[in-house]
């Protein structure tokens, strides 16, 4: 005859330390999550800069000047050959018409991305930092 008396199941112990196993990998986790849209955003404007560097060569190797852009609702965007940002941009762009475009944050104005279009270097301020091909992020 067979004595079975243990009982099936996890003890406290089992569990507690999986619920510690589990609470040290969130920790690890989440803080690297937590920043992923704002990385989006920041690489969204990294390129818009970009495209705006472009243009504003282009438009200076044909007409011999750069043109202004006071935001994201000014009328000049199309002789860019770009379209404005729709209104809830998460960025506010802007350039003088000497050799930078700016991307502002909309939530920060300190966090921007600096595009200097004359040397073809973009800078950061704010929280943001630099990254090793020239780009922006958080």
Known sequence: ???NDRQKGFTL???LIVVVIMGVLAALIIPRLSNG???AMVGEANQMIGALMRAEQEHFDTTGSYLALGGNGDTNWPLLGLTAPAAVAKFTYKCDAASTCTAYRTANTNNTVIGTYTTNVISCGGVYTQMG????NI
């Open 37 to 39: 849209p704002e990385k």
């Open 133 to 136: 091909n020239g780009g922006c």
């Open 1 to 3: 005859m067979r004595c």
């Open 13 to 15: 112990i089992e569990i």
